[in-house]
Each structure stands twice: as C-alpha cells, then as structure tokens.
C-alpha cells in the first residue's frame, strides 16, 4: 500500500503493524485507538488489517492542525511544526478509508484534553499516539490508562525525535510513576503494559 502522507515512513508503519499482530496473535482484548490520525496514512492501514477481526477502530484528530506549543516542547533544534500546520480534515480521511475499501472506524474530532473516558473505548488492546508534542501524548495515556486490557500495547510517535521533545518528556514522566516496559524504535516508543 502506497504512504498516504510523508508523516510516516515505510519502517514505521511495519512497526506498527508488526505490533498490532502481536496483540491480534495474542488474543489481547479490547479495541484500537489512534490519537492524530491525521489523513489516515497509519489507521487505512491499521483498518486494512481489522477488517479480519470484531475489533473497532477509534480515530482521535483536532482536524484543526497542531496546537499552540508548550514550553516542554521547545526544542534547541529549532522550530519544527507551528499551532494551525499538519491540518487534516474529516472529509479527507473519509475519502482515504472509503478509496482503500477500509470501513469507516469510529471517528471523533476534538482537542485531546478536551476528551473524556466517554469517548473511548472500555477495553484497549493496541493504542497509536502521534500528538507530537508534550500535552497531546500525555492526555492520551492519561485517558486510556485504565483501559487498557493485560498485554496491550502502546505507540508513541516521534519519541526519538529531538525536534519533538515534547513526546519523550511526556512518556518519561508518565512511565516514573506508571512503571512499564519501554523499548524504542525507529522513531517509536513501544510500550507494553
């Protein structure tokens, strides 16, 4: 399947898939999410490989681009990613998964901390983080924490990124008080719980 956009490279989506069938071979219960899901260049795919299970898909975007940065984003690399850029719309991502014959999943628009445990789902199995800054990965983990079902995994996007610092710092300071294993690669950071 062709990149829907250049927000992720070809060894990150086999990441992601490859984590995905580790919790699908598992039996993990419970869900998918994906917060940032942008145009769809990681979740076509992720619904792609869903259609073969009763798992939902739950799609998360502002579709209002990035928000305003916070201090724990400032990076000494420079400026990467301004409030307003990475604007993706609805309508857009709909048109992707209906392209690629994916069925729609579950998509809700709104800022990440704005979010409530309403909005997602009981039991997760495999979580996509990609908010690139600092308070869009930790409102994530601090929504679907509780949900997550034993031997669930998490990704986080652009944690080995030091333009994006605000992702690191957000997991680091998550996982000193929510103790997990944390192996990185590529530009992820792979979190089972």
Same mark, same amino acid.
């Given at each position: 399947?062709?990149?829907? #956009?250049?927000?992720?490279?070809?060894?990150?989506?086999?990441?992601?898939?490859? %984590?995905?069938?580790?919790?699908?071979?598992?039996?993990?219960?419970?869900?998918?999410? %994906?917060?940032?899901?942008?145009?769809?260049?990681?979740?076509?795919?992720?619904?792609?490989? *869903?259609?073969?299970?009763?798992?939902?898909?739950?799609?998360?975007?502002?579709?209002?681009?990035?928000?305003?940065?916070?201090?724990?984003?400032? #990076?000494?690399?420079?400026?990467?990613?301004?409030?307003?850029?990475?604007?993706?719309?609805?309508?857009?991502?709909?048109?992707?998964?209906?392209?690629?014959?994916?069925?729609?999943?579950?998509?809700?628009?709104?800022?990440?901390?704005?979010?409530?445990?309403?909005?997602?789902?009981?039991?997760?199995?495999?979580?996509?983080?990609?908010?690139?800054?600092?308070?869009?990965? *930790?409102?994530?983990?601090? *929504?679907?924490?509780?949900?997550?079902?034993?031997?669930?995994?998490?990704?986080?996007?652009?944690?080995?990124?030091?333009?994006?610092?605000?992702?690191?710092?957000?997991?680091?300071?998550? *996982?000193?008080?929510?103790? #997990?294993?944390?192996?990185?690669?590529?530009?992820?950071?792979?979190?089972?719980?």
């Amino acid at each position: 399947m062709k990149l829907l #956009s250049d927000q992720i490279d070809e060894r990150e989506l086999a990441i992601i898939l490859r %984590e995905l069938e580790k919790v699908l071979t598992a039996g993990v219960a419970g869900d998918v999410v %994906e917060f940032g899901c942008y145009v769809g260049t990681a979740s076509v795919p992720v619904g792609q490989r *869903l259609m073969r299970t009763d798992k939902k898909l739950y799609l998360y975007d502002s579709f209002e681009g990035l928000p305003e940065k916070t201090r724990e984003d400032e #990076s000494p690399t420079g400026v990467q990613f301004v409030a307003g850029e990475l604007l993706a719309t609805k309508k857009q991502l709909i048109k992707n998964f209906k392209q690629a014959h994916v069925p729609l999943p579950v998509i809700i628009k709104g800022w990440f901390s704005d979010l409530t445990p309403t909005h997602v789902p009981n039991q997760i199995a495999f979580a996509y983080l990609d908010g690139d800054y600092y308070h869009s990965v *930790l409102d994530p983990l601090k *929504l679907i924490w509780d949900r997550l079902a034993p031997g669930a995994i998490i990704l986080v996007d652009d944690y080995a990124n030091e333009a994006l610092p605000g992702a690191a710092k957000a997991v680091d300071e998550w *996982l000193r008080t929510h103790p #997990s294993k944390l192996r990185i690669e590529h530009s992820l950071a792979i979190i089972t719980t």
